[in-house]
């Protein structure tokens, strides 16, 4: 944990990947305790920004993630995380918070 770089509020980024499939399931923000206690109990584990508290992800809606993997950047400043998911990532009920999309034109 030590190569790792928060920013100035202490938070980094955490991308939240299933570890089967590969697609990113949701991001998330951890600061040093909380990317402990996704450590140590093997279920992530965030900051919210928002609500300035500790969220364990499933706590009150069942819907856990079990650490699989920890990754983090060439720079340091961001975390992969591959998780078994236990239903839905995205508090809509979807399985992942990515589901809309951007229209390019070129």
Same mark, same amino acid.
């Given at each position: 944990?030590?190569?790792?770089?928060?920013?100035?509020?202490?938070?980094?980024? +955490?991308?939240?990947?299933?570890? %089967?499939t590969?697609?990113?399931?949701?991001? +998330?923000?951890?600061?040093?305790?909380?990317?402990r206690?996704t450590?140590?109990?093997? %279920?992530?584990?965030?900051?919210?920004?928002?609500?300035?508290?500790?969220?364990? %992800?499933?706590?009150?809606?069942?819907?856990?993630?079990?650490?699989?993997?920890?990754?983090?950047?060439?720079?340091?400043?961001?975390?992969?995380?591959?998780?078994?998911?236990?239903?839905? +990532?995205?508090?809509?009920?979807?399985?992942?918070?990515?589901?809309? %999309?951007?229209?390019?034109?070129?």
């Amino acid at each position: 944990m030590k190569e790792l770089k928060f920013d100035k509020n202490g938070l980094i980024p +955490a991308i939240i990947q299933d570890y %089967k499939t590969k697609k990113v399931l949701m991001l +998330a923000y951890m600061n040093k305790t909380s990317l402990r206690k996704t450590l140590n109990s093997g %279920k992530t584990c965030f900051w919210s920004r928002s609500r300035k508290k500790f969220w364990v %992800k499933g706590e009150t809606s069942g819907n856990f993630q079990f650490i699989k993997d920890i990754y983090y950047d060439c720079d340091s400043d961001t975390l992969l995380i591959r998780v078994r998911q236990v239903g839905n +990532a995205c508090h809509t009920g979807r399985h992942s918070c990515f589901y809309r %999309k951007l229209k390019c034109t070129r």
